[in-house]
């Protein structure tokens, strides 16, 4: 007992110093896949990312992997700029949020998450070869030549163990006040020299500082109109050097002579050594050939803005409408990588910053109130000038 308690009174204390040395996080999407010691290509990734009314955002992401490497891959390591805090339940470390690995799906075309395959001019098809594991073929349309039509093909292996790092308590709060958080991928077949692999990454984390309102103040601001969120996407190379610079900077912020400020330093400096710098080494790689961005606004709306900058260009209009079953949805897509963006000006880095605003039905109705009391009142007071 009196170790629990101990553990928790420095678990308050350690949130509390990261509080005052760490700002609120961005709700910001995007993925780096690294393999450590290895070299991994990644021929197409498609980031769906659906914006919800309480500020939350659902991402899906498809990634076809490569191995460039004389050796095989067993686990690739995953750094998502989103925080999904982990508490003790039952003397269980719990997970807040949804994340799974949705591989499977690809088995299944008609799920809801392979919509953006069942559009007008893309397709999809499960194909068998004699091996237990099967192929996924998508095609989709060149961003060079829309005429011409890429076939990206790649086994399905399922399951592959989805899971959250093992660090220490206190790291998952450094990691929870910086708003980010680190998965493993094992893969249950090692993934062979210049093997393609499908994998899918389904995620639901809460909602983030920025985004965050309390039910009373999401109402009032939704009736009068201004409930509004703040979105930002970027490159998975700004993933890999936001992470690096945010863990430097609480490294530096953080005295050694406190002790709790001590343990936070020992165990931000631990996560750089033992996730940053073995994703910066010599002989660990990751190439990303086509990378396609979708932001689905849902009942949020059209975007109140959203402004691009470095390695990334427009895929089509600012929105484009595309029909899901038998209803037209708002999408608003961006492409990257080096199919799509040859000259790589930034390195590859991008940033998307977005803005949503919701705007309810029944407020586009409110405002012709007004006109007819306005033409009541004109009316009734021309009647009365003529009565005199």
């Given at each position: ?71 095989p891959i067993t686990k690739l390591e995953l750094l998502y700029p989103h925080a999904y805090p982990v508490i003790n339940q039952d003397g269980r470390p719990t997970m807040l949020g949804e994340l799974d690995d949705a591989t499977h799906l690809f088995l299944r075309p ?51 163990g989805l899971t959250t790092a093992e660090l220490s308590p206190m790291q998952f709060s450094i990691l929870e006040a910086l708003g980010w958080s680190i998965f493993e991928w094992d893969l249950r077949k090692p993934l062979e020299c210049n093997d393609r692999r499908w ?189 005199r």
């Amino acid at each position: 007992m009196a170790s629990r308690a101990r553990h928790c009174t420095e678990g308050r204390s350690a949130k509390s110093h990261l509080r005052r040395a760490t700002s609120a996080a961005t709700a910001s999407c995007c993925v780096f896949v690294f393999a450590r010691n290895r070299k991994v290509q990644l021929e197409y990734v498609a980031e769906s990312i659906l914006l919800a009314p309480d500020g939350r955002i659902e991402s899906s992401t498809d990634l076809l992997v490569t191995n460039k490497s004389p050796q095989p891959i067993t686990k690739l390591e995953l750094l998502y700029p989103h925080a999904y805090p982990v508490i003790n339940q039952d003397g269980r470390p719990t997970m807040l949020g949804e994340l799974d690995d949705a591989t499977h799906l690809f088995l299944r075309p008609r799920d809801s998450l392979n919509a953006l395959y069942n559009l007008a001019g893309n397709r999809m098809s499960v194909e068998s070869d004699g091996d237990p594991d099967p192929i996924l073929r998508v095609y989709q349309p060149d961003p060079s030549c829309p005429s011409r039509m890429l076939d990206y093909q790649g086994r399905v292996v399922v399951p592959a163990g989805l899971t959250t790092a093992e660090l220490s308590p206190m790291q998952f709060s450094i990691l929870e006040a910086l708003g980010w958080s680190i998965f493993e991928w094992d893969l249950r077949k090692p993934l062979e020299c210049n093997d393609r692999r499908w994998l899918r990454l389904h995620t639901r984390p809460l909602a983030s500082a920025v985004n965050r309102r309390t039910a009373w103040r999401r109402f009032l601001r939704m009736i009068s109109g201004r409930l509004r969120y703040s979105y930002e996407i970027f490159s998975p190379a700004d993933v890999l050097y936001r992470f690096d610079v945010a863990l430097s900077s609480l490294v530096h912020i953080l005295e050694p002579r406190d002790y709790i400020q001590a343990k936070l330093l020992r165990a931000a400096t631990g996560l750089r050594q033992e996730w940053i710098e073995p994703a910066l080494a010599e002989g660990t790689e990751t190439h990303i050939c086509d990378w396609r961005i979708h932001v689905f606004p849902r009942r949020l709306g059209r975007l109140a803005h959203a402004d691009r900058a470095g390695d990334v260009v427009q895929a089509g209009g600012i929105p484009n409408f595309v029909r899901i079953g038998p209803r037209e949805v708002i999408v608003y897509e961006w492409k990257a990588g080096k199919v799509n963006v040859p000259e790589q000006r930034h390195n590859g880095k991008f940033t998307i910053s977005i803005e949503a605003s919701y705007d309810p039905a029944y407020l586009a109705w409110l405002r012709w109130i007004p006109l007819p009391i306005a033409v009541w009142w004109l009316v009734e007071r021309l009647a009365n000038l003529i009565a005199r």
